[in-house]
């Protein structure tokens, strides 16, 4: 499975002192989410090893429903970059808005920490090639800052 979207109710627990959802809680479902991804796509145990370019655009209201959308990006020999938009809304409207997006990668690993290889992902839509190059960029971009 390349993709996949979790969903959940904005509830009170989750507030922070302005009244709105708390980051590290978005922040929480972003990694359940890719983590669910990553795993689907490898079929083993995966560990965030990056969070990259988070961006909040708005947000997240108490009683809001809350899609996590993460899907496949890109793929290395152990690694799967996946892209995660998280969007919220009134259930009352129906309507959607886009709330925070970034990128998260994932490594396959065995029981000891080891990587393990993951399959190549393929895109096949213009989108999927597009999300796929967005991917490898900033992963380049990435290594080039950090000497890695």
């Known amino acids: 499975m390349s993709s996949i979207t979790l969903r959940f109710l904005a509830e009170p627990s989750t507030v922070n002192f302005g009244g709105k959802v708390h980051g590290g809680t978005v922040m929480k479902w972003i990694d359940e989410a890719g983590y669910a991804c990553a795993t689907s796509w490898s079929k083993r145990y995966c560990v965030t090893v990056f969070i990259g370019s988070i961006r909040f655009h708005r947000p997240i209201m108490i009683g809001d429903l809350v899609e996590v959308e993460a899907r496949l990006a890109y793929t290395g020999n152990s690694s799967m970059n996946i892209s995660v938009e998280v969007r919220s809304g009134d259930m009352k409207g129906g309507e959607m808005h886009k709330t ?8 396959s690993v065995d029981s000891h920490g080891r990587t393990l290889p993951v399959d190549s992902f393929t895109p096949g ?11 490898r960029l900033h992963l380049e971009a990435t290594r080039a800052a950090t000497g890695a």
């Open 100 to 107: 925070t997006e970034c990128l998260v990668v994932f490594v």
């Open 125 to 135: 839509t213009p989108g999927e090639m597009a999300l796929a190059e967005r991917a």
